[in-house]
């Protein structure tokens, strides 16, 4: 099969769907965002109990994004695997609450 020139180089582009102009309104979103939530941490204390999957999440998040020197192949992935678990069990928990909420829903039309 023939070599693309362009597969021994790193490309400068974005990936396809993240043009510069998309990339700085997803990055000026999540700052709102993140804006947002620490005041609502702040002004609501009991937020942190209730969402403690979601904190601990953004926490990993943050920790590895914030990082001010460079960390080994090993710890890296460390902080992704810890983010990939967290991220599953708040998609089981989320799957389980759509379960629950369908069977109360179907308890309550059979009735």
């Given at each position: 099969m023939p070599v693309c020139?362009?597969?021994?180089?790193?490309?400068?582009l974005p990936p396809p769907g993240f043009t510069d102009a998309n990339v700085s309104l997803k990055r000026e979103h999540l700052i709102d965002l993140l804006k947002n939530i620490i005041d609502k941490c702040q002004?609501?204390?009991?937020?942190?109990?209730?969402?403690?999957?979601?904190?601990?999440?953004?926490?990993?998040?943050?920790?590895l994004t914030l990082l001010s020197t460079p960390i080994s192949p090993n710890d890296r992935q460390g902080f992704?695997?810890?983010?990939?678990?967290?991220?599953?069990?708040?998609?089981?928990?989320?799957n389980n609450?759509?379960?629950?909420?369908?069977?109360d829903s179907c308890k309550e039309y059979s009735n």
């Open positions: 020139p362009r597969d021994n180089q790193c490309s400068t002004h609501e204390p009991s937020f942190l109990a209730q969402q403690s999957k979601q904190t601990d999440l953004l926490i990993s998040i943050a920790q992704l695997n810890n983010i990939v678990t967290i991220t599953q069990d708040l998609l089981s928990d989320e609450k759509e379960i629950v909420l369908s069977v």
